[in-house]
């Protein structure tokens, strides 16, 4: 299968996480390396400055560590990764594990105290609501 490959711009090494910090993750580099995928990351995309105050989602909302409500800014974001997805043809997303973006099965539970639940970052949901197969850094081994 010659479809390519969303991926998050952090799995890459781009600095765009909330602490200005990237996850680099050798086998999602690799994909890219090959032609085979394409960063994005939804917080920038939806005009996030980086660093940010790190936000968690709470029911269903996005809140930064102040309390301050973020939520439009990541669904605008996950709506252009939408749409860059169908515009490449994208076969699916390998997105990072935990991020109230693009977290899959397990997210952080907006307390800020490092607590998961079981859930799906915005992104991710936004995705697979539209069909397109998400998994996470940690599911190399899964087609
Ligand atoms: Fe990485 Fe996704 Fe967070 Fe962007 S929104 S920094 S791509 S985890």
């Avoid at 952080?108 to 992104?123: A, C, E, I, K």
Wanted: hydrophobic share 40%; charged share 20%.
């Amino acid at each position: 299968d010659d479809a390519p490959l969303l991926v998050s711009a952090c799995l890459i090494g781009q600095p765009c996480r909330y602490d200005g910090a990237a996850t680099p993750t050798t086998w999602v580099m690799d994909l890219v390396a090959q032609g085979r995928a394409i960063p994005f990351c939804p917080e920038i995309a939806g005009g996030l400055p980086t660093p940010r105050t790190p936000c968690e989602l709470r029911r269903g909302k996005v809140v930064d560590r102040d309390g301050i409500d973020h939520t439009d800014a990541f669904l605008r974001g996950a709506e252009q990764g939408l749409a860059l997805a169908r515009l490449a043809g994208c076969a699916g997303a390998v997105l990072k594990a935990r991020s109230p973006s693009c977290g899959l099965g397990q997210i952080y539970d907006g307390t800020f105290t490092g607590l998961l639940v079981p859930g799906n970052g915005l992104f991710a949901a936004l995705l697979l609501a539209h069909g397109i197969p998400v998994r996470t850094e940690l599911d190399q081994d899964r087609p």
